[in-house]
């Protein structure tokens, strides 16, 4: 989340998994750039702690497929 804002808001994130469950999380870039390093590590642990907006959340990273941050710029209106 870095890379794409400068602020630290929470942000939606989609956590894809081998069964074909999605589990959508709200989280800062913190949290984020961890996810992406435990994932992006050869010899990562099976197990990864994301503190998320609203709990913490154990994800079995043997079983994620993907991992999606929402950037698209929410407005009302027209």
């Known amino acids: 989340?870095?890379?794409s804002t400068t602020?630290?808001?929470a942000r939606r994130?989609?956590?894809g998994f081998s069964g074909g469950q999605?589990?959508?999380l709200r989280?800062?870039?913190a949290?984020?750039?961890a996810l992406k390093a435990a994932l992006a590590g050869d010899r990562a642990e099976r197990w990864h702690t994301?503190?998320?907006e609203d709990s913490d959340v154990t994800?079995?990273?043997s079983q994620l497929v993907y991992v999606r941050l929402d950037t698209e710029l929410h407005r009302v209106g027209f």
């Open 13 to 15: 994130v989609d956590v």
């Open 22 to 24: 999605i589990l959508v």
């Open 31 to 33: 949290p984020y750039d």
């Open 27 to 29: 989280m800062t870039s």
């Open 59 to 61: 994800l079995d990273l």
């Open 50 to 52: 994301v503190a998320a």
């Open 7 to 9: 602020d630290d808001k």
């Open 1 to 3: 989340m870095a890379d």
